[in-house]
């Protein structure tokens, strides 16, 4: 750690770091600092990657389950993070993971409108509405990343994709994919007035999803995990498909279709000839 | 309840019934006594609809969350489960989920051989090897039963089919798709007896999963969360195939990968005009 300064060290569990650190768990003290949590060093190295000015970063040596957590402080500490040093049984208090490596950053929040979003040709997106869980909002993230989306847009959202869950499930790609939040209304009509066409996955339709034309300017619109599809998007969207199964009716929740659906669009978009 | 005679009620945490519920967690006493834990209502009804002869039902009722336990009940009382009315705290103390349900039951382990699967005409199989987390393998069950797979084989499992997080991340699909658990070089002789062609899931392929003929009697062969597939595999399986990423190189995990090869194979070998 020879580049890295003196960082302060933190062991008393009532220090008021360790009891804001705990607060920003909660989506209220999260929001009015402006701040989220990015627990684990492939989080927290995407973070870096991607120029998030990570504001402080803790970690505990005792907890670090690598050899490369040196190199990271450091590239954190050179990006402007304030580092702090914790006893292995105050990081155990902040830490929200099962099996915490010892590195916990607080990352600044950001607001992402429709009209940042700077969208290729041949736009490929993906419309999530309403999903609760924030585990499925990280998988579903994964996904979009994987299959090429160009942006994720979270309409109406039930669950903050600040959350360390979303954080956690999406190992950080929540940094890497452009994510904004809006109301769907204004996203359908951003989309309309963009040319983009809107595919709306429901099991009531009559097409299935492979057997449409997926090119062009394309947003996959996909419900919650409780209810589906609001009555908005049943009704606004250009195209509802579905996905037939073959056993149980419930054998795919929403990340699973999710991904189904995106891979399918990112097959027909790549042609025969996908390069790696 | 009318159906339901007079269980006998438990509310000591010390009674050896629930000593033995929570021991049941660990494969050494679940393999001992032969059986396996079924905790909440979905998974125990398609226990039920496949005919498995559960041995025991504990219930709570102040954990119920719906309306149709008193039926579940009454099912598992004349399919011959004996039935045990628990306190709300001995409940507690058995439940393995986060949230229970007030529904727990003790079903007997299967045995199934590689000649006991009756396979049709054109099999669709999925192979996975030495997966290590018992959620990955549930979700993978669940894929296996949505993309319509006639069988999955487990390699070398890591992993217990029995274990409760497999029976729960399956949302009970472990009882509808046939399942056999044997050696790589066993399950590769027999798939080649049978006729049947073993596609291999590795990043290293330079064939892309969609570009490849998925039709005939077919195996999707998977390896393990860490490690990929073993040597093995990768030296006999007929043809390896690779799924290409646009975003972070480990964005899909394994669960994510089978989902995408099944469901290529799936809409390949329904054709255009699949029915739902």
């Given at each position: 750690?020879?580049?890295?300064g003196?960082?302060?060290?933190?062991?008393?569990?009532?220090?008021?770091?360790?009891?804001?650190?705990?607060k920003?768990?909660?989506?209220?003290?999260?929001?009015?600092?402006?701040v989220?949590?990015?627990?684990?060093?492939?989080?927290?190295?995407?973070?870096?990657?991607?120029k998030i000015?990570?504001?402080?970063?803790?970690?505990?040596?005792?907890?670090?389950?690598?050899v490369?957590?040196?190199?990271?402080?450091?590239a954190?500490?050179?990006?402007?993070?304030?580092?702090?040093?914790?006893?292995?049984?105050a990081?155990?208090k902040?830490?929200?993971?099962e099996r915490?490596d010892?590195?916990?950053?607080v990352?600044?929040?950001?607001?992402?409108?429709?009209?940042?979003l700077?969208?290729p040709?041949n736009p490929?997106l993906?419309?999530?509405?309403?999903?609760e869980?924030?585990?499925?909002?990280g998988?579903?993230?994964?996904?979009?990343d994987a299959?090429?989306?160009?942006?994720v847009?979270?309409?109406?959202?039930?669950?903050?994709?600040?959350?360390?869950?979303v954080?956690?499930?999406s190992t950080?790609?929540?940094f890497?994919?452009p994510?904004?939040v809006?109301?769907?209304?204004?996203?359908h009509?951003?989309?309309?007035?963009q040319g983009?066409?809107?595919?709306?996955?429901?099991?009531?339709?009559?097409e299935?999803?492979?057997?449409v034309?997926?090119?062009?300017?394309?947003?996959?619109?996909?419900?919650?995990?409780?209810?589906?599809?609001?009555?908005?998007?049943?009704?606004?969207?250009?195209?509802?498909?579905?996905?037939?199964?073959?056993?149980?009716?419930?054998?795919?929740?929403?990340?699973?279709a999710?991904?189904?659906?995106?891979f399918?669009?990112?097959?027909?978009?790549a042609g025969?000839?996908?390069?790696?």
């Open positions: 750690m020879s580049a890295v003196t960082p302060e060290k933190i062991s008393s569990l009532q220090n008021p770091r360790i009891k804001q650190l705990v920003l768990r909660d989506r209220r003290p999260r929001d009015e600092a402006g989220f949590l990015v627990e684990g060093y492939r989080e927290i190295r995407r973070a870096l990657e991607k000015a990570l504001h402080e970063l803790y970690f505990s040596p005792s907890w670090f389950l690598g490369n957590e040196p190199a990271l402080l450091d954190a500490e050179k990006a402007g993070a304030q580092l702090f040093e914790l006893s292995a049984e990081f155990a902040i830490a929200y993971r915490p010892g590195l916990l950053a990352a600044p929040q950001w607001q992402r409108a429709l009209t940042d700077a969208l040709a490929f993906l419309v999530v509405e309403a999903i869980k924030p585990g499925n909002l998988t579903i993230l994964r996904s979009a299959a090429g989306c160009d942006a847009i979270v309409c109406d959202p039930v669950t903050d994709i600040f959350n360390p869950n954080v956690r499930a950080g790609v929540l890497s994919v994510l904004v809006s109301a769907s209304p204004t996203v009509a951003w989309l309309t007035a983009v066409r809107t595919i709306a996955t429901t099991p009531a339709a009559k299935i999803y492979s057997d034309n997926l090119l062009g300017p394309l947003a996959v619109v996909m419900g919650s995990e409780q209810y589906g599809l609001s009555e908005f998007w049943l009704k606004n969207a250009d195209l509802p498909v579905r996905i037939p199964m073959a056993g149980q009716a419930d054998s795919l929740n929403v990340a699973m999710t991904m189904i659906t995106l399918e669009a990112r097959r027909q978009r025969p000839s996908l390069p790696g």
